[in-house]
């Protein structure tokens, strides 16, 4: 999470819809923005300017921020459901103006990075029509409110674009969610998998060629023309390694111990490179791993449906002994008693 004066316009950035949404939300339920604004690293002229991109990380801690706040857990999720999909801005509107809806799954790929250069999403056509998301320069694992707000809202742009009421075969997130998960269900149309290994949904194939009710030729070629300038406007950064191996393993970490070999394998260099990249950058992929484990323990401490036992099992420890000697290390005390302790600290303030 960003500390104070973090520079919100470090690469990813974005568009900052959801922030402000989120902030919206706070300043309704009589909430002071001081805390996550200082925390997220934001300053109040950021939000308020509608046209100010601000970091993809600044926004992650900024909602989250809000949502603990709030004691709203699903914040992201609800945020989706009934915010007007125009505020998205030009994404929205050279998908809304396709002629079909594969088409504008299609435009949404090719520009994701004019909303949000954090996130890639990707359309493959098969036997069903595939729709996923992956981050690029922002750990996944950090994130569970932008997630969510992603799907529902992709979702929410299909079935409004279609003018129908469009369920997904399937639906999938990559992050923990425990406790009822009918409000999910409700709003997706079928059950939801969470700790999936990939983000996104799968949609019947019948339903690629759906015509779009605000179709417009020449106004979607005008539309692709201001995105890819757009798009070569923005600088072309590189994730960092940490980031790029800490979305590779979180996913693994439940699964079984993530190896050096397959991280290598999936980044497409050789084991001695990227052992040889990690010392040049003074890291080492156990410490990696490590910081990766500590920093998932304390958000799923907090959440108090998730046992001990499972919450060791998430990251990755055979024996929930294993867990509370790494936390002790990490902490200095239990994991029981370190949620103790938070959950009084909470009930105090």
Same mark, same amino acid.
């Given at each position: 999470?960003?500390? %104070?004066?973090?520079? %919100?316009?470090?690469?990813p950035?974005?568009?900052?819809?959801? @922030?402000?949404?989120?902030? &919206?939300?706070?300043?309704?339920?009589?909430?002071? /923005?001081?805390?996550?604004?200082?925390?997220?690293?934001?300053?109040?002229?950021?939000?308020?300017? *509608?046209?100010?991109?601000?970091?993809?990380? +600044?926004?992650?801690?900024?909602?989250?921020?809000?949502?603990? #706040? /709030?004691?709203?857990?699903?914040?992201?999720? *609800?945020?989706?459901?009934?915010?007007?999909?125009?505020?998205?801005? /030009?994404?929205?509107?050279?998908?809304?103006?396709?002629?079909?809806?594969?088409?504008?799954?299609?435009?949404?790929?090719?520009?994701?990075? +004019?909303?949000?250069?954090?996130?890639?999403?990707?359309?493959?056509?098969?036997?069903?029509?595939?729709?996923?998301?992956?981050?690029?320069?922002?750990?996944?694992?950090?994130?569970r409110?932008?997630?969510?707000?992603?799907?529902?809202?992709?979702?929410?742009?299909?079935?409004? $674009?279609?003018?129908?009421?469009?369920?997904? +075969?399937?639906?999938?997130?990559?992050?923990?969610?425990?406790g009822?998960?009918?409000?999910?269900?409700?709003?997706?149309?079928?059950?939801?998998?969470?700790q999936a290994?990939?983000?996104?949904?799968?949609?019947?194939?019948?339903?690629?060629?759906?015509?779009?009710?605000?179709?417009?030729?020449?106004?979607?070629?005008?539309?692709?023309?201001?995105? &890819? &300038?757009?798009?070569?406007?923005?600088?072309?950064? !590189?994730p960092?390694?940490?980031?790029?191996?800490?979305?590779?393993?979180?996913?693994?970490?439940?699964?079984?111990?993530?190896? $050096?070999s397959?991280?290598?394998?999936?980044?497409?260099?050789?084991?001695?490179?990227?052992?040889?990249?990690?010392?040049? *950058?003074?890291?080492?992929?156990?410490?990696?791993?490590?910081? #990766?484990?500590?920093?998932? @323990?304390?958000?799923?401490?907090?959440?108090? !449906?998730?046992?001990?036992?499972?919450? @060791?099992?998430?990251?990755g420890?055979? &024996? +929930?002994?294993?867990?509370?000697?790494?936390?002790?290390?990490?902490?200095?005390?239990?994991?029981?008693?370190y949620?103790?302790? !938070?959950?009084?600290?909470? @009930?105090?303030?």
């Amino acid at each position: 999470m960003p500390a %104070s004066g973090t520079t %919100s316009l470090s690469f990813p950035t974005a568009t900052g819809a959801l @922030a402000r949404l989120a902030a &919206e939300q706070a300043l309704a339920a009589g909430a002071d /923005l001081d805390r996550p604004l200082r925390i997220a690293g934001l300053t109040r002229g950021q939000i308020d300017d *509608e046209n100010a991109r601000i970091g993809a990380t +600044v926004q992650i801690a900024f909602v989250q921020t809000i949502a603990d #706040m /709030l004691h709203r857990p699903c914040l992201g999720f *609800e945020l989706a459901q009934d915010f007007d999909l125009r505020r998205i801005g /030009l994404l929205y509107y050279v998908a809304a103006s396709s002629e079909t809806l594969v088409e504008a799954l299609r435009r949404i790929e090719r520009f994701s990075g +004019v909303g949000n250069e954090a996130v890639q999403f990707s359309c493959v056509s098969g036997r069903a029509l595939e729709i996923g998301f992956r981050y690029r320069g922002v750990a996944r694992h950090s994130d569970r409110h932008q997630g969510e707000f992603f799907l529902a809202a992709l979702l929410r742009v299909c079935r409004q $674009l279609t003018g129908q009421n469009l369920t997904p +075969v399937r639906a999938l997130l990559s992050h923990v969610r425990s406790g009822d998960r009918k409000q999910y269900t409700a709003f997706f149309g079928c059950e939801i998998a969470f700790q999936a290994e990939a983000d996104g949904m799968v949609l019947a194939k019948e339903h690629e060629e759906l015509p779009l009710v605000g179709a417009d030729t020449y106004l979607n070629q005008m539309l692709v023309r201001i995105c &890819e &300038e757009t798009l070569a406007t923005r600088r072309a950064e !590189s994730p960092s390694l940490r980031t790029s191996i800490e979305n590779i393993t979180a996913p693994i970490l439940p699964h079984g111990k993530p190896l $050096l070999s397959e991280v290598a394998q999936q980044l497409h260099i050789s084991q001695r490179t990227l052992a040889r990249r990690l010392a040049a *950058e003074g890291l080492s992929f156990a410490g990696i791993l490590d910081e #990766m484990r500590r920093d998932l @323990a304390l958000r799923y401490l907090q959440d108090r !449906s998730l046992s001990v036992s499972r919450i @060791a099992w998430l990251l990755g420890y055979q &024996e +929930v002994s294993a867990f509370t000697h790494a936390f002790r290390r990490w902490r200095g005390e239990t994991p029981t008693d370190y949620r103790a302790r !938070s959950e009084a600290n909470l @009930a105090g303030s």
